[in-house]
């Protein structure tokens, strides 16, 4: 048997204190008792699914439909402020509906002027999205997407400059195969000089440091060979991108 990597450890384990951490800071907002919302809305099926247990226990079926329309349709700030942790934990675990996505929780923190909320909530849900973008550059993009854990702190107003730190002082050659998908995957905005989610990631993006960084990984790490191959790509594509007129 393998030993357990120690770094990846300390990773599960930060994730896993960021889940309870936001767990504690809304504990204070009850189940609601109902919920309000579009009359195009089955707001009695919505509600048997959110009161179909407690809160730890609710599966993303239970919570899906609230997930994906709470706030734009469905319900108030204080009864997303109650679910939100479950909603978080879920979306850590890759839960697939769409209101489990982190960019799609971050859109909606966005609506309700979560700055606005007391400081604690906000540090123990900041906390966490750093902590699920650092553990999510672990994975292999095959086995799920880190990068809307990134859009999502960007979205939010989060510190962009500690997730972009993060990502590249990885260990993890994962992580450059994140950041080659989300280069190739926007090469038009890239050529045609627009901004990827902020400006401080689309200048990282594009700098020679990344380019070389990937290039190198491309070559040392233990990778698949059409691993090797898309970060090299991507390499190419920053080098392409900073020789083009203009730039």
């Known amino acids: 048997m393998s030993n357990p990597n120690p770094l990846e450890a300390d ?16 504990a204070s907002y009850p189940s609601p008792r109902h919920l309000h919302g579009s009359p ?7 509600f048997r699914g959110v009161s ?8 993303g079926e239970n919570l899906g439909a609230y997930a994906g329309s709470a706030i734009w349709t469905v319900g108030d700030v204080d009864d997303y402020r109650h679910f939100l942790p479950r909603v978080l934990e879920l979306a850590i675990q890759g ?9 799609v929780i971050a859109a909606k923190l966005e609506r309700t002027s979560w700055r606005d909320w007391p400081l604690e909530e906000q540090q123990a849900v900041e906390v966490l999205f750093q902590a699920a973008w650092r ?23 989060m510190d962009v ?38 400006e401080q990631v689309t200048t990282w993006l594009l700098s020679d440091s990344l380019a070389w960084h990937l290039f190198t990984v491309a070559v ?3 990778l698949r060979p059409d691993d090797r191959e898309k970060l090299a790509w991507a ?6 991108n900073l020789n083009f007129p203009g730039n």
Request: net charge negative; charged share 20%.
């Open 161 to 198: 400059a500690a997730a972009l730190a993060a990502w590249r002082d990885s260990p993890y050659p994962e992580a450059m195969l994140h950041c080659a998908d989300l280069i190739t995957g926007n090469i038009k905005t890239l050529d045609k000089g627009h901004v990827i989610f902020s």
């Open 52 to 59: 179909s247990g407690p809160l730890r226990e609710l599966s």
């Open 220 to 222: 040392e790490a233990p």
């Open 11 to 26: 990773l599960s384990s930060e994730l896993a204190h960021a889940v309870e951490r936001v767990y504690a800071a809304f």
């Open 235 to 240: 390499s190419e594509t920053i080098e392409n």
């Open 40 to 46: 195009y809305k089955d707001l009695e099926s919505i």
């Open 135 to 157: 553990k999510a550059m672990t994975m292999h993009p095959d086995e799920g997407n880190a990068v809307p854990w990134l859009e999502g702190i960007v979205l939010a107003g």
């Open 95 to 103: 839960e697939p509906s769409m209101g489990f996505d982190a960019n």
